[in-house]
């Protein structure tokens, strides 16, 4: 590792452990030629998901996307941006295990909607509405007969 100050490539690992997320390691470096210490985070690399969308575009995938549909269909309801975050960490490690790397956005909204009605049945019906394009109030009521019956 190349020291940030003074560009020696003559470095030591002073200290390691998990960083706060649990996901990297952090070390703490010491330059043996200035002798001035420095952080490094070290992380899986993984391979960038495609996203293949309904009209065929292909994008990368963008956590804060899920995220932000499921914020929405969760809006005034007793769910804490803890649950949400530990719902889009269960859907992410779900589509990377699934060593594929292109998804289709169908796979990603059956996913999120799978995680919002065990969670909540309001946040499901709300976040489905949108997804599934309701056309009339019909098949709102399908998608809650459906939810009462279970």
Excluded: W
Aim: aromatic share 6%.
């Amino acid at each position: 590792m190349k020291c940030p100050f003074c560009g020696d490539d003559d470095t030591r690992v002073i200290d390691s452990r998990p960083a706060d997320d649990n996901t990297s390691i952090r070390r703490r470096r010491q330059c043996e030629g200035c002798h001035k210490r420095f952080t490094t985070y070290e992380k899986v690399e993984t391979l960038p998901l495609i996203v293949i969308k309904k009209d065929s575009n292909r994008e990368p995938y963008d956590r804060s996307k899920v995220e932000a549909g499921i914020v929405r269909s969760c809006h005034k309801r007793p769910i804490s941006t803890a649950q949400i975050s530990a719902i889009v960490d269960d859907i992410e490690t779900e589509l990377y295990n699934r060593e594929e790397r292109e998804i289709p956005t169908m796979v990603i909204g059956e996913l999120v909607m799978n995680k919002l009605k065990d969670l909540d049945p309001v946040a499901y019906v709300r976040f489905a509405s949108v997804y599934r394009e309701f056309k009339d109030v019909n098949t709102f009521m399908d998608e809650i007969k459906k939810i009462l019956e279970n």
